[in-house]
């Protein structure tokens, strides 16, 4: 087992768990500061990839393709907002895993209905090559792109939160929602907005993983419920949680899958090893989330204090 | 006689008429199609027994129920086909995982309890799914039914009808008079508010995790009928989305109703057998394709129930009767 | 209560009057194939074909006007399981067929086998119904599922690659597959890996296929997972250290279409090609071109195929399918003019023919193609023959 392999399985690891991060970054905020299950959530990722393999090959521009389908995205999630969700805040938990969970019939038959069942889309030629990282090993350029994105807009949410105004009322309402009303947040915009930037983060995901995966009907549906993974180990509401949860499940992951069969196999008889050993790299990032439970029920990073 | 014990010798009688009728007009598929839509009625009906009456929003039930197939399946795919091994082994063995699963989840509450029995659940998909030895993702093809004795053959769909007809009335008869008992009276406080519950002196979260465990057991028995229903088993009865399937089954029938599972079940599965084989033919002239998007359909009526009648079709029923 | 059962029991008894209404005088045919999702483009491929053979036959099948009910089993086989309950048994079809995926198949016809419908499979071959488990029901058009690998692991110990790694999905067909290759492979296997099926992301796989420095990489991955992954193969710079082989249908038109240049000189084996030069095969490429404006792949071949024998066996029994046997017979004869050139049926009622080493190459008109290099085997069969009962 050389370094070099687990350099590489790390760099792996990283890029699923920054593109899960886009993704829990907005489902995490909805949470804290609305108090909303929204299942819904993964449908604007696919949402998302499918606005970017359009307009991708509309504008005939990747980059172009891409920029355009965020705004889109953005857009398509504050009229879901305003239309729908909006009357959910107020209901229970119930009323809102269902009505969420009827939108993703909805968003499913409306896509299939507009765009057909999957589209194809390409990265772009230049990238679509290695990039020598060290001497003997070359690394996908397109991946390292996508760990570039997924770093930056870490960095520009941290700033957005930390930093701005609107992060403050952000951070208000996710400590204590009715704390922030009384001190006359308009609440409502603020809602409208958090969940456009949610939408947003999902577009970004959705385009940057698009060319690797595939743009189909139901992509969002497993990723989804690995958001939850790492939003439950973060901590509800927290943002830093949210990179941390994400990081880490994505590392665990993918090296659990890259190793442990081969581990299982240094101790365990050949055929043990190899039936136990991708079953119980299934189901990792799962038993990390229990003991995360078992040892801090509200999360990593709680964000209510 | 009152008019609510009439009407249920009726559907009884109906219920027990239909195979025959079916039989009699060389129909059988219609009799394999009846014995599914009440296996998960008894699904929905044990999700209804925590969602309902334990007002703990479970969004993994599909784990319970997939569990009770794969154990069921696996034994009759090992030579054990007997229906008194295979059922209770089934319904022990999603009773011991909803043990686990509700003893880690039911510590915490609201959201955090829907993603954790929902992520949990998950994990079981993904454990089926890598387990090579029982079909992996290819699931698993059993060669015959479970076999229950005594003369009778539950290859024939209308002997196996009966006998899910016959499970699904004993879970019916079990959670009426569980509801009725000093159990449920006190998981019905707890639904209510919890804080009093506990304030009370009740052990809430021992009752809770008792009420958890029932209907992981009950979902456990009607896996363990679909094993043999279908002569398969796969993963994708473990995936989420099944869940949610049984969610909108008990909310169409009425949460908390006796028969909002039942009910449900039937509605959600008989609509969409209709939609898919008999088109309406103006709506087909509008639009070609509608059969194959039937779950359209089922978004729209599920959030416009959810928006405007929360108490599901029961509740309009009844609130129709109470005017 | 009593109402609403009554509606429903009315809604059955429409069904029932409906649905018995058939006439005896047509074919009716239940083509259940995978036709969304990212695997979608192999079953279109069969179903494209396969109707474009009874509309070049004046929408008859052997002389019978022919009624074809199409399902998707969207890549899932509890939902190709039911599809094949319906159509059996609600709609009493005389043939089942279109499945491509091993797996679906495998937990669909069950149901054809009990109630005595002939499954004509236009792709799927999986070992065990070969064997210990063939069936008189079951016949198998296009190739059984080890051919094509024991053919790449022939051509790959001729070659002299002295290791090679071996990726496949974990499934019926995945196990098939490397099997065959090993068992004509005389060189050391680098390593066996199952991925999961449906598997898009193959980061992981690829970095250690780098690390075991292999001389030659076989994968078994059709659909969308062989798009994926020969897209993602390329981007990590294996492709200039490791020999990829595939299987003919991992790099058919269906590859080749989303892929591109990148596939340019691989290596495949296939019991079809394009360029075969024989009648059949000439006029099938022209009209599914005229029809489709696309290449046909070698699904669409199997398609064809499938139709062009229920094509002879209706016509050989003169309409009487209810006579199972004297379709069986008729259709084990096999009497037609496959695209692929000759074939027989072995008893197991799997094809005996050849198979060939392909290269993706340009055409004449500069489209990428595979072309047909040599013969690796002759009336090649399969190795689990002995192990069937039937006669």
């Known amino acids: 087992m050389s370094w070099i392999l687990i350099l590489e399985q790390s760099l792996n ?17 909805v949470f804290g500061i609305m108090d909303m299950i929204n299942l819904a959530h993964g449908s604007l990722y696919m949402l998302g990839a499918f606005f970017a393999a ?47 969970f009827a939108l993703i019939l909805i968003a499913n038959e409306v896509v299939r209905i507009v765009w057909g069942s999957d589209l194809q889309m390409t990265m772009p030629a230049a990238l679509s090559g290695p990039v020598q990282l060290l001497p003997g090993m070359p690394y996908p350029a397109y991946r390292l792109l996508i760990i570039g994105v997924g770093l930056a807009v870490a960095a520009l949410l941290y700033v957005l939160v930390a930093k701005t105004r609107i992060g403050m009322l952000v951070r208000a309402g996710a400590s204590n929602r009715e704390m922030a009303l009384a001190m006359g947040v308009n609440i409502q915009r603020l809602f409208t907005l958090v969940f456009g930037v949610g939408a947003a983060l999902c577009a970004v995901a959705g385009a940057m993983l698009g060319p690797l995966f595939a743009v189909q009907v139901g992509m969002g549906e497993s990723i989804l419920i690995l958001a939850f993974v790492v939003i439950v180990i973060g901590g509800i509401g927290s943002i830093r949680g949210a990179l941390v949860g994400a990081v880490l499940v994505g590392m665990v992951d993918t090296i659990g899958r890259a190793f442990l069969p081969h581990l299982f196999g240094l101790f365990l008889p050949p055929q043990f090893a190899s039936a136990a050993g991708p079953a119980i790299a299934s189901v990792l990032v799962y038993l990390l989330m229990a003991v995360v439970l078992f040892v801090r029920p509200q999360g990593l990073f709680p964000a209510r204090g | 006689m009152n008019a609510r014990a009439a009407a249920l010798i009726a559907a009884l009688a109906a219920a027990v008429a239909f195979p025959l009728a079916m039989q009699a007009a060389d129909q059988l598929f219609f009799v394999g199609f009846a014995s599914r839509v009440l296996i998960w009625a008894i699904a929905a009906s044990s999700l209804n027994l925590v969602l309902g009456y334990g007002g703990m929003i479970s969004f993994g039930h599909a784990a319970f129920v997939g569990t009770g197939a794969y154990v069921s399946g696996i034994l009759i795919a090992g030579g054990v086909t007997s229906a008194w091994i295979g059922w209770p082994a089934a319904i022990l063995a999603s009773a011991v995982l909803a043990l686990a699963i509700g003893a880690a989840s039911l510590r915490t509450r609201g959201a955090y309890f829907i993603m954790i029995t929902l992520a949990f659940a998950q994990m079981m998909y993904y454990l089926m799914n890598s387990m090579k030895a029982y079909g992996g993702d290819e699931g698993l093809s059993l060669t015959s039914r479970a076999a229950l004795g005594f003369g009778l053959d539950l290859g024939n769909e209308v002997t196996f009808y009966y006998v899910v007809l016959a499970a699904l009335c004993a879970l019916l008869y079990a959670t009426h008079r569980l509801a009725h008992a000093r159990f449920g009276r006190v998981i019905a406080a707890i639904r209510e508010n919890e804080t009093r519950a506990e304030a009370i002196g009740f052990p809430v979260y021992r009752y809770k995790l008792i009420c958890f465990v029932i209907a992981g057991a009950a979902g456990g028995l009607a896996g363990a009928l679909l094993a043999s229903h279908g002569k398969y088993v796969s993963p994708s009865l473990l995936h989420w989305t099944q869940s949610g399937t049984l969610m909108i089954m008990v909310i169409l029938g009425g949460v908390g109703r006796l028969w909002g599972g039942a009910l449900g079940a039937v509605l959600l599965l008989a609509l969409e057998h209709l939609i898919a084989e008999h088109p309406i033919p103006w709506l087909l002239a509008i639009a070609p394709n509608y059969p194959q998007h039937a779950n359209l359909g089922v978004g729209i009526v599920m959030l416009v129930i959810v928006l405007y009648a929360p108490q599901g079709l029961a509740g309009l029923v009844s609130r129709k009767r109470h005017a | 209560m009593k109402n609403r059962l009554l509606a429903l029991a009315a809604g059955f008894a429409f069904t029932m009057l409906a649905a018995s209404a058939g006439a005896a005088d047509k074919v009716k045919i239940g083509f259940v194939s995978t036709l969304s999702g990212p695997s979608a483009a192999l079953g ?54 279109g499945y491509v995926f091993s797996n679906i198949m495998l937990a669909s016809i069950p149901v054809a086998f009990e109630n005595k419908v002939i499954y004509v499979s236009p792709n799927a071959a999986p070992s065990p119904l070969a064997g210990k488990q063939c069936n008189p029901y079951f016949f198998a058009v296009a190739w059984p599922n080890d051919a094509y690998h024991e053919a790449a692991g022939q051509y790959a110990t001729q070659k002299g690659y002295k290791s090679t790694y071996l990726i496949a999905p974990n499934y019926q067909a995945g196990k098939d597959s490397l099997g065959g290759f090993k068992r004509f492979y005389k060189g050391k296997i680098a390593d066996e890996v199952y991925t999961q099926l449906g598997q898009l992301d193959y980061a992981a796989e690829l970095a250690q296929v780098r690390a075991a420095k292999p001389e030659a990489l076989y994968i078994f991955l059709p659909g969308g997972m062989g798009i994926n992954f020969i897209k993602q193969f390329v981007a990590s710079g294996l492709s200039k250290d490791v020999q990829l082989i595939t299987p003919g249908f991992g790099s058919d038109q269906d590859v080749i279409r989303p892929v591109g240049d990148a596939m340019l000189g691989l290596f495949d084996t296939s019991h079809w090609a394009l360029d075969f030069d024989n009648p059949a095969n000439k006029k099938f490429v022209a009209e599914f071109e005229k029809e489709y404006k696309r290449l046909p792949s070698v699904f669409a071949a199997q398609g064809y195929d499938t139709a062009l024998l229920i094509d002879s066996a209706v016509r050989e029994v003169k309409g009487k399918l209810d ?4 379709v069986r017979r008729a259709l084990k004869a096999a009497k037609f003019a496959s695209v692929r050139g000759n074939f027989k049926f072995n008893r197991n009622q799997y094809p005996i023919q050849n198979y060939v080493l392909r290269v993706v190459g340009r055409d004449a008109q500069g489209r990428l193609v595979n072309k047909t290099i040599a013969t690796v085997f002759k009336d090649h069969g399969d ?3 002995q192990d069937c009962a039937m006669k």
Do not use: C, W
């Open chain 1, 13 to 29: 690891g990283l890029q699923f768990g920054l593109m899960l991060f886009l993704l829990a970054a907005g489902l995490t905020l």
């Open chain 3, 323 to 326: 006579d199972k046997e004297a």
């Open chain 1, 54 to 100: 359009t307009l991708v090959q509309a504008t005939g521009s990747f980059a172009l393709g891409v920029l355009l389908a965020i705004p889109a995205t953005a857009l398509a999630g504050m009229l879901l907002e305003v239309a729908v969700l909006r009357t959910l805040y107020a209901r229970d938990h119930l009323s809102q895993v269902l009505a969420t």
């Open chain 3, 383 to 385: 190795a689990y023959v």
């Open chain 3, 44 to 97: 279109v491929d069969i179903r494209d074909a396969f109707t474009l053979a009874v509309k070049l036959n004046g929408g008859k099948l052997g002389g019978l006007s022919a009624e074809i009910l199409i399902g998707d089993d969207q890549f899932k086989p509890d939902v190709g399981r039911q599809l094949a309950e319906k159509f059996v048994k609600l709609d009493k079809v005389d043939f089942l067929t």
